[in-house]
């Protein structure tokens, strides 16, 4: 026996509806069972007139599927506009550099000729992560080594408030990371930085000792494209000794940090970052030594001569050289 509701309007109850289609048709028939008052119905679920009212409009007593939710899907959605070639260009290029985001590739596809836009290559790479065509490599974060004491050095310095870092050599970041590929393998990387030019120089050796950062000095020295004036360490046992009296013997200041702040070495802190993610973490390499130098200068060479850098305005630091003196600054300043 049906209830006096149903009675009333001639519904079945029974109906196949949503938890929340059933709570509109009580309200319709409280609506229609207490004379048709809306505000005492209202009154009664909790519900406002605003709410109440539109779904009145909408309902009809041989329908009860007009009191399910709508889909709200617009009637006209957006397709894609984008080539299969282009498609295929930002695949291979994701696959050459899994590390780099839409602006850089935007800058690489502009560079081929094709007329692409930032957010367009958002998107094609987004409908390529929702098909499973594009794999995210893992990513694998490590701890910051504590900073050691510092001593008395007889060439090392505090830098001083009054150095003026404007020109490309002014200040060079030097810093060394661990890499535990595998267990029982210990390697070191040495990252020096232009914090002007964004110059990347790179070695790995088997130790970080004095002598190992020594000879990338004078790496360093051969294949930054301009001179040095200044470089800056952390008190790494490394940058004392023989490298020190390097430093000294060619006249390059040599500014160490105050323990404890990595952050004064910012610039080459974030290029660790950078060579683990779109190097280390995805290179197949069989981590031999003489394997491994090999590789990591072509990658120096794709860093400084193919990368797009968002603090240069996505120029790479070789085209940010090129520049006259006036733009470099230019560009630094915005």
């Known amino acids: 026996m049906m209830n006096a509701p149903a009675k009333v309007l001639g519904l079945d109850p029974g109906c196949e509806l949503s938890r929340a289609g059933r709570q509109r048709w009580r309200w319709m028939s409280y609506y ?32 009860l599927t007009r009191l399910e939710d709508r889909s709200h899907r617009p009637h006209r959605v957006r397709r894609p506009t984008w080539a299969p070639a282009l498609v295929e260009a930002v695949v291979a290029l994701r696959q050459q ?32 992560k929702w098909q499973g065509r594009l794999v995210e490599p893992p990513r ?17 310095t505090r830098k001083p408030r009054c150095w003026r870092v404007e020109r490309p050599g002014d200040l ?4 060394t990371t661990e890499l535990r590929p595998v267990r029982g393998l210990l390697l070191k990387h040495f990252t020096a930085r ?15 000792t004095a002598a190992a950062a020594t000879a990338f000095l004078d790496a360093l020295r051969q294949r930054m494209p301009f ?11 490394e940058f004392t000794a023989e490298f020190e009296r ?11 940090l105050p323990r404890r702040s990595p952050k004064l070495n910012g610039a080459v802190e974030r290029a660790h970052r950078t060579h683990q993610e ?43 050289l090129a520049r006259p003196p006036s733009l470099q600054k230019e560009l630094k300043c915005h």
């Not at 694998?140 to 090392?156: K, M, N, S, T, V």
């Not at 001179?227 to 046992?237: E, F, K, M, N, T």
């Not at 390097?246 to 160490?256: D, K, T």
């Not at 001569?305 to 070789?318: K, S, V």
Request: include cysteine; aromatic fraction near 10%.
């Open 278 to 320: 779109e190097f280390y973490q995805v290179t197949p390499t069989a981590w031999s030594l003489a394997s491994l130098q090999s590789q990591l200068r072509d990658w120096e060479r794709i860093y400084n001569t193919l990368r797009p850098h968002q603090a240069l305005g996505y120029l790479t630091p070789q085209e940010f």
């Open 194 to 208: 232009d914090v002007v030019s964004r110059w990347d120089v790179l070695a790995v050796e088997p130790r970080a």
């Open 32 to 63: 229609h069972t207490h004379g048709q008052n809306a505000a005492l119905t209202c009154r009664r679920f909790g519900v406002s007139r605003q709410t109440f009212y539109r779904w009145k409009r909408r309902f009809d007593p041989h329908d």
């Open 246 to 256: 390097a430093c000294q013997e060619r006249g390059l200041r040599l500014f160490v």
């Open 97 to 128: 550099f899994p590390r780099w985001g839409k602006d850089k590739l935007a800058v690489l596809l502009r560079r081929q000729g094709r007329r692409v836009s930032v957010s367009m290559v958002g998107r094609i790479l987004s409908s390529l």
């Open 140 to 156: 694998h974060g490590r701890r910051l080594e504590r900073p050691r004491l510092l001593r008395q050095r007889p060439w090392a």
């Open 172 to 175: 060079v970041e030097i810093d």
């Open 227 to 237: 001179p040095l004036r200044a470089l800056q360490v952390d008190g790494g046992s």
